[in-house]
């Protein structure tokens, strides 16, 4: 039985992650801001003694640096680093502020590798040493036909290099890393328009994930398992 950490883990994909690994038997550590909100995860935890809730706001450094202990002694196998933030909707050229830009660069880029070298203990001490950062093809640079989205895109495409740094620093201690790009799906986030739903997205992530190796660590998946460029 693997442990599986996911964050970001209260509604769309992280929730499916959630329910995916929770049916194969694992393990599953998940965590929200505001877990009394987060009705449906409530009601998974009481029903399954599989899966365990810590209160996680990673826009807060108080909540980050408090995590570790949270966790206690805990291996992690599986790490997904799903919590994200799209911010404003409005950011074409002209209309881009340093206060909203900077604010999801903090959620989407800062945390996820301050996340990860606060449980890093955690994740040495895991026998499957698989780290996973949800990410999305707006980040990357020669998929960029459209332009716009200026938040977004950049929070997503440093994202892409912090990980790619991760992948090379931490593949010496056996571990193997990837961004995942979740597709265009139904949520929030996605919005109505999605082309597929959250359970064929994370059908395909967790198949990705399953075939994660030192061959392929490093690298940038479509969640179909097929690379994009960077």
């Not at 209309?95 to 040495?124: C, F, G, H, Y």
């Not at 332009?147 to 193997?176: E, P, Q, T, W």
């Not at 597709?183 to 359970?199: F, H, K, Q, S």
């Amino acid at each position: 039985m693997a442990t599986v950490l996911i964050t970001g883990a209260n509604r769309g994909i992280g929730l499916e992650f959630v329910k995916q690994y929770l049916a194969r038997g694992e393990k599953v550590i998940g965590t929200c801001r505001d877990i009394e909100a987060a009705e449906v995860l409530a009601q998974l935890s009481t029903n399954n003694e599989n899966l365990q809730l810590l209160k996680l706001d990673v826009a807060s450094d108080e909540s980050l640096m408090a995590f570790p202990a949270k966790l206690a002694n805990i291996p992690i196998d599986i790490f997904i680093n799903n919590a994200g933030v799209y911010g404003p909707r409005n950011s074409v050229f002209s209309n881009v502020d340093a206060e909203n830009w900077l604010s999801v660069l903090r959620v989407n880029t800062i945390a996820p590798m301050l996340l990860t070298q606060r449980i890093i203990e955690n994740l040495k001490q895991g026998e499957g040493k698989k780290l996973l950062y949800v990410t999305s093809k707006m980040g990357s640079i020669d998929d960029n036909n459209g332009g716009g989205s200026y938040v977004y895109r950049s929070s997503k495409a440093a994202l892409n290099a912090v990980v790619k740094s991760i992948a090379v620093d931490l593949g010496g201690a056996g571990f193997d890393v990837a961004v995942l790009h979740p597709g265009w799906v139904r949520t929030d986030m996605g919005g109505p328009n999605g082309l597929i739903d959250t359970e064929t997205s994370v059908v395909g992530m967790i198949s990705v994930i399953d075939n994660l190796n030192s061959g392929n660590t490093g690298s940038f998946f479509n969640y179909d398992g097929t690379i994009i460029p960077w």
